[in-house]
Structure formats: C-alpha cells, structure tokens
C-alpha cells in the first residue's frame, strides 16, 4: 500500500475510482458530506471500497460536532461544537470532561455502526484572541491544560467506542490569523511562548495512536515553511518537544495554503516527516498525482501505521438512548439540540 489516504467524489464508486483504488492501494479512505446520504448508502460506499482494497482499510471522517459533522440530522444526531465542553468544564471540571467523554462516546457507536473506524478530532488548538475563526468554537478553549484534558477525554471515549482519535493540528493552528483552507497563516510568536501554550497542550497527549499537521508558519522556528512540509517542525517540535510517536498524517494537502503542485506538496510532506499524505477534494487528476507521488508505506512508518491500527479495541457496551439521555443532561444549560433531535 502507499502513504496516502484519499478522498472520493459521491456517494458511490465511480468505474474510475474502483481502478484507483485497486492499482493505487491508498493507505486509507476519508468521507465527506458530498459521500453521505443515508446510512445504507454510507455502508455499502465503504464496503465497496474495502473489497476493492482487498483489506479492512481505515476509513476517516471530520465528525467533530458543531459546523464540522460529516453525518448529521435527519439520519444522524447533531453534537455540540468543541467549545461548549470547555463551558461546561468551566463551570464543573468533572461534568465537562463527563461530557466530553460521553459525547464522544455516541459519537463513536454513530461511527462505528456505518464500518468508520477513524474520527479526525481531538483538537487540542489552544484559541487565542484575534485568531481567525476557522478554528473559533471548535477549540476547547485558551488555556493548554483545560484543552488536552478535554481533548483526552474525547479520545478516551472514541477509543471506547472502537473508533481511533487522530490529534490535530499539530504543533497548532490556534493562534492562527489566516484559514488554511485559503491561504497560509503566518504566526510571528516567540517559541518560548509557543512552548508554554500551543505546543504544551499536545505533551499530555503524545501517545495517541494518530495525528495530523497544521498548514501553519512558525517564524520563530522555521521562517519559511509551513509546519506540513517543515524537517525543522516536524524533528525538533511535533516529534522531540511534544513527543508524539503515533502516525503522522499531513492536513489536506489541497488547500490553498500550500505551494507547489500535488506532487510537489506530497513529496515535500512525506520528506519532511509525515507518513502518510492526506488528500481529500475526490478530484480524480490529483489522486493520481497523490499516488505518484506518494511512496510505498515502509520502515518507520509502516510501522507506525500498523501501531495506530493496532491500538483499535472491541468496542464497550453501550445502550445509545440511555446514553444520549445522560449526555444531553450534562449538556443542560449549556447546549441542547435542534428541535428534530431532542
């Protein structure tokens, strides 16, 4: 298999994208709305996609809650956005970190039910005022320590559910004044309070079995190159300051802040460090540019990969109405959900 993980176009395979698959062997699958209708549907695109791999390979989502939810009402429940567990936590460390765990949780059996083994949170972003909103209310706040508390709690309860967390955006993306979706955030802070902040609140979570960069410019320690694609980022900071071992995946390597063409992001990712390359708009030229471009998984991060699949257990029991009804009675006060879900 190769080191990337890809997206598809739709709902179903198209002729062209079974070929993909069974020649290019990406490493995972990743699921967008424009691949969601109902439930049966999303089951069958992934069975498919399974048996033309020829194996059980991971299949990933953004299913965070609040404006970023893959799958969402009528045929799945809403969940609140990040921001409303830092609230609760405010208020009870204990409720907060119950919620959190809770919701992630259900999120998990929602997940889990469909043959989605991968959920693309916690986010352990540490907000900081006048950041751009891209990150806004999907961070669980602004101090380091409420935020890789919450962000354990939300693995530890994915995990539950037998659904793998993936850490992002390492080394951060919280101080951010630019959405790399469109263009490249440039953050100019000094690295002794980079260390203190957003780089402190991934320490407690470096044995996560999976991560993912952030498309982000650290002047402080590499001047030029976005932490994706930086040697410098990846050695000195998201693998010996923050200590993280797991699989390291790139963030979409289609945004638009990224230079180069697909084959040259996906080159400079994997030689800066990352295992794996994340490519996620399902346009067909670019996918075969991804797979060109993208080596064969091995070594070290062969390794790491079977790691972070490895770390994958049978889910726990859980009784989703009863477990819904506790978690919305620890949401009380803070959120609740759309009128059609309640």
């Known amino acids: 298999m190769r080191a990337f993980i890809t997206g598809v176009a739709g709902p179903e395979l198209s002729n062209n994208e079974r070929a993909f698959l069974r020649d290019a062997q990406p490493w995972g699958l990743i699921l967008f709305q424009r691949n969601v209708t109902a439930p049966e549907s999303v089951k069958r695109l992934i069975g498919e996609a399974r048996s033309v791999l020829g194996r059980e390979a991971p299949v990933l989502i953004d299913q965070e809650g609040g404006r970023v939810q893959r799958l969402g009402p009528p045929h799945w429940p809403a969940y609140p956005a990040g921001a409303a567990y830092g ?4 208020r009870d460390r204990q409720q907060g970190l119950a919620a959190a765990r809770s919701g992630a949780r ?8 469909l043959g989605i083994d991968v959920n693309c949170i916690p986010i352990a972003d540490v907000l900081v005022a006048g950041a751009d909103p891209v990150v806004g209310d999907r961070a669980y706040g602004h101090d380091p320590g409420k935020v890789a508390a919450i962000a354990a709690a939300i693995a530890q309860g994915l995990l539950e559910g037998g ?24 953050v100019d802070t000094d690295r002794p309070t980079l260390e203190a902040t957003d ?21 402080a320690i590499d001047p030029i190159a976005p932490a994706t694609v930086s040697p410098t980022i990846v050695r000195e900071v998201i693998r010996d300051s923050i200590g993280f071992k797991g699989l390291l995946m790139s963030d979409d390597i289609s945004m638009g802040a990224l230079a180069g063409s697909i084959a040259e992001r996906c080159r400079a990712a994997i030689g800066a460090g990352c295992d794996v390359v994340l490519h996620c708009n399902g346009e067909m030229a670019e996918m075969i540019a991804v797979a060109a471009a993208a080596p064969v998984l091995a070594d070290e991060a062969a390794r790491r990969a079977a790691a972070a699949l490895a770390a994958k257990r049978q889910a726990d029991a859980i009784d989703p109405a009863a477990g819904r009804n506790d978690f919305l009675k620890l949401m009380a006060g803070v959120w609740q959900p759309p009128q059609s879900n309640a």
Do not use: C, E, N, Q
Not at 87 to 90: L, M, P, R, T
């Open 106 to 113: 259900l999120i998990a059996a929602d997940l889990a039910a």
């Open 163 to 186: 659904v793998l967390p993936v850490l992002k955006h390492l080394p951060g993306h919280g101080r951010a004044t630019a959405d790399s979706h469109a263009r490249l955030p440039v």
């Open 199 to 219: 780089f402190a609140a991934f320490r407690p979570l470096a044995a996560l079995p999976l991560g993912m960069t952030a498309h982000v410019v650290f002047t």
């Open 87 to 90: 609230a609760i936590y405010d």
